[in-house]
């Protein structure tokens, strides 16, 4: 089991990742959502916001409007770092129940072309 601060980590560098990407890319595919991903083994929830311009920070604090996500990622601590390191493919970790995604039809769709 990772740590909380290697999780931080791993989304810190998810961000950077996301920073990367072509920016067409980002705004054919990309509408401001928020995101929630929850580290299923260590009871912690981060939060962070996609939008044109990237992926914001995630924080362990909630977005202070009290909504709920729009995309909810549930996971455990050592795949959230294999899959951040490129370790672990996201389709088949979705396959295998190793990634758990609650989102809109739409929304799956734009993350893989994104992912």
Do not use: W
């Not at 909630?62 to 951040?84: E, F, H, M, W, Y």
């Amino acid at each position: 089991m990772a740590s909380v601060e290697e999780c931080r980590a791993a989304l810190v560098k998810l961000v950077a990742q996301f920073d990367e990407l072509d920016s067409e890319a980002r705004a054919k595919h990309v509408v401001e959502r928020t995101i929630s991903c929850r580290i299923s083994d260590l009871d912690v929830i981060f939060y962070g916001r996609l939008h044109h311009d990237g992926l914001d920070p995630f924080q362990e604090e909630p977005p202070a409007d009290g909504r709920p996500a729009d995309v909810k990622l549930t996971i455990v601590s050592n795949d959230l770092i294999a899959l951040v390191e490129g370790e672990l493919d996201l389709a088949r970790a979705l396959l295998g129940g190793r990634v758990k995604i609650d989102a809109s039809f739409g929304d799956l769709l734009r993350l893989r072309r994104l992912l």
